[in-house]
């Protein structure tokens, strides 16, 4: 198979946008393999997930299906069957009847971590400080800006609710754990990578990766395609 007959599809986590992979998709066009990045609505765990089916109906399969932060909850219930692979970026990967909020407190936060909590309106927002100190350590100035810049606040109810079976279960999965991550701690990527018998990569990363980092992300993205081109192949 020919690098195009492969789709990539890119979801952003909370407090950020489909630009937060700006780097990755430029690489990968360029490599001939079709890429979107859909927009979550971030006002549900089933909006989420509705929004990214949607999206998925407009692409052609088959599709690597890659998540970062929240949206590793995200990619594992979509109802698609074009997707053959799911890649978790520093990524949270609640199993059948846990909710993002289980997983994510799961183990003690790192010093740096910020302390949320919904503003008056509801939706859960990032202190800008929380950029630079926990999100995107590793990220230039112009970079921290645009993070700061474009953030999507997240609301309860994402995290509240009991995820469905996950598709990691039924599909080969990546996991990229960024070891200087202060949002998702070390510890508790790799204990979610471990359970879902995921093919662990690790690097030294702050929580933004596919910001920081994006050659690594790239790096595991393909090998990825590679997998699926090979098995769309047999």
């Known amino acids: ?73 995200v990619i594992a219930a979509t109802q698609s069957d074009k997707v053959k692979a799911l890649v978790y970026v520093a990524a949270l990967a609640p199993d059948e009847g846990e909710t993002v909020a289980d997983v994510f407190y799961r183990f003690e936060p790192h010093p740096e971590a910020p302390k949320l909590a919904p503003d008056h309106h509801g939706p859960i927002y990032l202190p ?15 970079e921290l800006a645009v993070l700061a810049a474009v953030q999507r606040p997240i609301s309860a109810a994402c995290i509240t609710a009991a995820v469905p079976r996950p598709l990691w279960k039924d599909r080969p999965a990546w996991f990229l754990v960024a070891e200087q991550d202060r949002m998702i701690v070390r510890d508790n990527q790799r204990f979610m990578a471990a359970r879902m018998q995921a093919r662990m990569r690790s690097h030294a990363a702050d929580h933004a990766p596919m910001v920081t980092a994006p050659a690594v992300v790239l790096e595991v993205l393909r090998e990825a395609i590679i997998a699926v081109r090979a098995e769309s192949a047999a």
């Open 1 to 73: 198979m020919s690098p195009s007959d492969v789709s990539v599809a890119l979801v952003h986590g909370a407090w950020a946008d489909g630009s937060s992979w700006a780097k990755v998709i430029g690489k990968l066009a360029a490599d001939g393999i079709r890429v979107v990045a859909p927009p979550l609505p971030l006002t549900s765990f089933e909006d989420d997930v509705a929004a990214l089916d949607r999206a998925l109906e407009r692409v052609p399969g088959p599709v690597v299906l890659a998540g970062h932060a929240y949206a590793g909850a």
């Open 128 to 142: 800008d400080t929380a950029y630079p100190a926990a999100f995107a350590q590793n990220a230039t100035a112009e």
